[in-house]
């Protein structure tokens, strides 16, 4: 029975990305040759100094008589829930094929140091070793340091679009001789950017993104019906917009009030989305079942924002009875669409499966 396993993490999934190695990368030559790659590769990347660091201690543990096997994991580009997924399942591979019950965590800094409790949950943690390059303390060396940081894609969406995103509003604002206005909206583009940052919404739109890409370049329907659903949305943020001008909402009236003026356009729009999505998926003979439940979903979550939102706005006009009556209406309705949604797709999935 083996003791110890050595566990290298890679959460980005750049073994994956820059030299096409998926993980579980086990033992030591593959694990030598994977990191001899990706030097070749990018020398920059960090991984390569993390997966040398593994193999270090490989040797050492080696020489001193334990048994012990080491092992890279990677995840995905896509940090967060899908690349701790896949992170998940190659521990769970690893489990099954090992019977080790102790681990040595070796990581390249604290982004990668998130997967601990994954880890944890499966061995026993002896030690975490975090391979730090070590720099030169100069001014150069610090100004490289920041220009390649700024070259990553994933820092440089995070901090150049809010920037140019600002700049331009307040470009636009002073072009159109409403300078005071250019605080009013950066205040309120910036509030939207936090809390997109802080629910964790920009991987909605990243999905979006690279959905549209795929469906463009493989000829399917669901790109017509994205981009239509696109404009939707901007429709729907302009109808919301102007409620709030025209009517002159104050406070958190406003939020209301948008939601109110806007939410069947989102509605239409994640509709228009599904439709384009269950045309590609039956055209290539997918099991569709799954994507059944997503239109009664949304319905359902659009008829609870309107009839709340209504309730408000009728309660702020003193017309509380109407209020009740139309909060009451649409939680039953709402209930009941999602009923008919889990219904539906529980048959759709039986037949199926009946099929197969």
């Given at each position: 029975m083996m003791h110890t396993l050595i566990i290298c993490i890679d959460r980005d999934d750049d073994l994956?990305?820059?030299?096409?190695?998926?993980?579980?990368?086990?033992?030591?030559?593959?694990?030598?040759?994977?990191?001899?790659?990706?030097?070749?590769h990018d020398?920059?990347?960090?991984?390569?100094?993390?997966?040398?660091?593994?193999?270090?201690?490989?040797?050492?543990?080696k020489a001193e008589g334990v048994d012990v096997e080491l092992v890279s994991i990677a995840g995905d580009q896509d940090i967060g829930i899908k690349s701790d997924?896949?992170?998940?399942?190659?521990?769970?591979?690893?489990?099954?094929?090992?019977?080790?019950k102790n681990a040595i965590v070796v990581t390249d800094g604290a982004e990668d140091e998130?997967?601990?409790?994954?880890?944890?949950?499966?061995?026993?943690?002896?030690?975490?070793?975090?391979?730090?390059?070590?720099?030169?303390?100069?001014?150069?060396?610090?100004?490289?340091?920041?220009?390649?940081?700024?070259?990553?894609?994933?820092?440089s969406r995070t901090f150049f679009i809010p920037i140019g995103l600002a700049c331009l509003i307040y470009a636009i604002s002073v072009f159109a001789g409403y300078p005071q206005g250019a605080i009013i909206a950066i205040m309120a583009f910036v509030g939207i950017?936090?809390?997109?940052?802080?629910?964790?919404?920009?991987?909605?739109?990243?999905?979006?993104?690279?959905?549209l890409k795929r469906s463009f370049y493989g000829g399917k329907i669901s790109f017509v019906t994205y981009i239509?659903?696109?404009?939707?949305?901007?429709?729907?943020?302009?109808?919301?917009?102007?409620?709030?001008?025209?009517?002159?909402a104050q406070g958190l009236l406003i939020i209301v009030m948008f939601i109110n003026a806007s939410v069947?356009?989102?509605?239409?729009s994640g509709l228009l989305s599904w439709i384009g999505k269950i045309i590609d998926a039956y055209l290539s003979k997918e099991r569709v079942w799954r994507y059944w439940v997503l239109p009664f979903f949304l319905s359902a979550t659009g008829v609870i924002l309107w009839g709340g939102t209504t309730c408000v706005l009728l309660l702020n006009e003193g017309l509380r009875p109407d209020a009740i009556q139309y909060l009451m209406l649409s939680i039953v309705g709402a209930v009941l669409i999602a009923f008919i949604g889990v219904g539906l797709s529980t048959y759709i999935r039986r037949l199926e499966s009946g099929q197969s």
């Open positions: 994956g990305y820059k030299v096409g190695i998926k993980g579980p990368v086990i033992g030591r030559a593959a694990n030598m040759d994977a990191a001899t790659q990706l030097a070749l020398p920059e990347d960090a991984d390569i100094n993390t997966i040398f660091g593994a193999i270090q201690i490989y040797d050492k543990l997924t896949v992170i998940a399942d190659q521990l769970d591979e690893i489990s099954e094929k090992y019977d080790a998130f997967v601990l409790p994954i880890i944890e949950s499966r061995f026993k943690i002896d030690s975490v070793r975090r391979v730090i390059v070590k720099q030169s303390q100069n001014l150069e060396s610090t100004y490289y340091i920041i220009k390649e940081l700024l070259s990553d894609p994933k820092v950017y936090m809390l997109f940052r802080g629910f964790g919404l920009e991987n909605v739109i990243e999905d979006f993104t690279e959905n239509t659903a696109a404009i939707l949305v901007f429709i729907g943020i302009i109808q919301g917009l102007a409620r709030c001008w025209v009517l002159e069947w356009w989102f509605v239409a």
